[in-house]
């Protein structure tokens, strides 16, 4: 029969049996039911909802439904090229956890002591002497909160976001590179039509650290942390973790790329 133990920092551990349920999240005892255990998350930044997820131990399967208003990162290990997954948690969306561990990481969850955010993780072993495949979506509810940091729609800090990371929005990150500075600064053009002073590398180079720094919170920043190694590796994180943390979407790249059809139509 399945056990689950959830273990974070500054967090006291929590063991799970068949047919219990952990309820998680900034405040989430509201959310209470007969059977469930609330786990408030030690640190959790204001714009973390009341009730992010619940966690369910089955007869021979352990659950994870997210509830939150934002997004968070599951990873976990079963047989597969690579030996781990890597999901995207949204709402209403619900995974069965491999045997194992399993990692959930709440992007910039936590409120840091100087003010900042930072990763919030979460480490929930799993226990079910087999190996589950990951489940499909589910529906589900939850409490409306303040969203957390993120880009102006629209701005340049946005456009050059999206610039940096089209490799990964469009699929084509099998063995992606980043975009150099002059590649970013004609797809911003061709997109917007208008690209600031983006012509000027050093301006690109301005708008990714900003974007470094609101992907990876103050004290994750790479640009801020020593490193020997070549920008263009900080530039690839960036890229990849402006991905994950939907600073841009590919729905927001498939905007763009109607936006600038449409303004090359002829007049009616």
């Given at each position: 029969m399945p056990k689950v133990v959830v273990r974070g920092t500054a967090m006291a551990a929590v063991e799970l049996n068949t047919g219990e349920s952990l309820l998680?999240?900034?405040?989430?005892?509201?959310?209470?039911?007969?059977?469930?255990?609330?786990?408030?998350?030690?640190?959790?930044?204001?714009?973390?909802?009341?009730?992010?997820?619940e966690l369910y131990v089955g007869a021979d399967t352990v659950s994870l439904t997210w509830l939150g208003a934002g997004e968070a990162q599951l990873s976990g290990l079963f047989d597969a090229p690579g030996g781990a997954r890597r999901v995207i948690m949204t709402r209403s969306m619900t995974a069965l956890l491999d045997d194992g561990e399993?990692?959930?990481?709440?992007?910039?969850?936590?409120?840091?002591?100087?003010?900042?955010f930072a990763d919030l993780v979460i480490g929930i072993e799993v226990d079910l002497g087999r190996t589950v495949q990951p489940g499909a979506p589910d529906a589900g509810t939850?409490?409306?909160?303040?969203?957390?940091?993120g880009l102006?729609?629209?701005s340049k800090d946005?456009?050059?976001?999206?610039?940096?990371?089209?490799?990964?929005?469009?699929?084509?990150?099998d063995y992606p590179r980043p975009p150099s500075n002059r590649?970013?600064?004609?797809?911003?053009?061709?997109?917007?039509?208008?690209?600031?002073?983006?012509h000027q590398p050093q301006r690109v180079d301005d708008a990714i650290r900003?974007?470094?720094?609101?992907?990876?919170?103050?004290?994750?920043?790479?640009?801020?942390?020593?490193h020997g190694g070549r920008l263009q590796n900080i530039r690839f994180a960036v890229a990849r973790r402006a991905a994950e943390m939907r600073l841009v979407t590919a729905a927001d790249l498939a905007e763009v790329h109607r936006a600038a059809r449409n303004r090359k139509l002829p007049p009616p």
């Open positions: 998680f999240g900034r405040a989430p005892h509201y959310a209470l039911k007969p059977g469930a255990i609330g786990l408030t998350l030690p640190e959790c930044a204001s714009h973390v909802s009341r009730l992010v997820a399993n990692q959930l990481v709440l992007l910039l969850g936590r409120q840091t002591p100087t003010g900042g939850g409490p409306v909160t303040t969203a957390g940091p102006v729609r629209h946005w456009f050059v976001a999206l610039a940096l990371t089209e490799p990964w929005l469009a699929g084509a990150d590649e970013i600064f004609e797809r911003v053009q061709h997109w917007h039509g208008y690209a600031w002073n983006l900003v974007i470094s720094a609101i992907a990876f919170g103050a004290r994750g920043d790479p640009y801020l942390a020593p």
